[in-house]
């Protein structure tokens, strides 16, 4: 349920936190409740158990969501990130452009889009970063590529981040939005400022019509 910071940097290999980053394991056994894992270092610790967290958080997902069930999404005291992400995610390659994301943004409706390098993310960039990294200078031109560019830092959490928590670091950082990342280290989704004002806009609707 951590959340992590990534300092702003040049989009080369993936900016995720170590957490996220896939990594070679060797052959690994099918895990069960009662299997006790095995912590001295081997090739397969690591994946065992990352496999045995998330069927630990899958249930805790499961029962949070029965126990929760009638109650406004707002109101709760834990709130996953899954629940109110957007899971819709564009991207574009290192090599693309600042003109690449501006159009990708303006055709698709969006205002963040990931950077990726070698397949790997390697950045969150949203249309107020890039308005403004065009208007401080005129050697910043739109053919400019991302992998010159130092881009800025970026959140990112797990899909059972606590949503409240992550809205109090996104304003102490003053950024708009997190990325949303899975246990393989793939982006599963976006949460953004707007995701917020949604959720609490519906909330004001409830308590009028009550």
């Not at 698709?108 to 390098?117: D, L």
Request: net charge negative; proline share 5%; charged share 20%.
């Amino acid at each position: 349920m951590s959340i992590y910071v990534s300092e702003p940097g040049r989009p080369v290999g993936t900016r995720l936190p170590e957490i996220f980053r896939g990594r070679r394991v060797g052959e690994v056994t099918e895990l069960t409740e009662t299997h006790k894992l095995d912590v001295s270092h081997s090739e397969n610790t690591d994946a065992e158990f990352q496999m045995a967290a998330r069927s630990g958080r899958h249930r805790a997902l499961e029962e949070y969501g029965s126990a929760t069930a009638g109650e406004p999404k707002e109101r709760r005291l834990y709130l996953p990130v899954s629940q109110i992400c957007t899971p819709t995610l564009f991207s574009l390659p290192a090599t693309a452009t600042v003109a690449d994301a501006l159009e990708t943004m303006e055709e698709n409706g969006i205002h963040h889009i990931v950077i990726t390098a070698d397949g790997n993310v390697a950045g969150l960039v949203d249309l107020r970063w890039l308005l403004t990294w065009l208007h401080e200078s005129e050697d910043h031109a739109p053919d400019s590529g991302f992998v010159n560019i130092e881009l800025p830092a970026f959140l990112t959490a797990s899909p059972e981040t606590d949503a409240h928590q992550l809205a109090r670091l996104m304003l102490a950082h003053q950024l708009s939005a997190a990325l949303v990342v899975d246990e393989t280290g793939r982006p599963a989704g976006v949460v953004t400022s707007t995701d917020y004002l949604r959720l609490y806009a519906s909330a004001g609707r409830h308590e009028g019509s009550v």
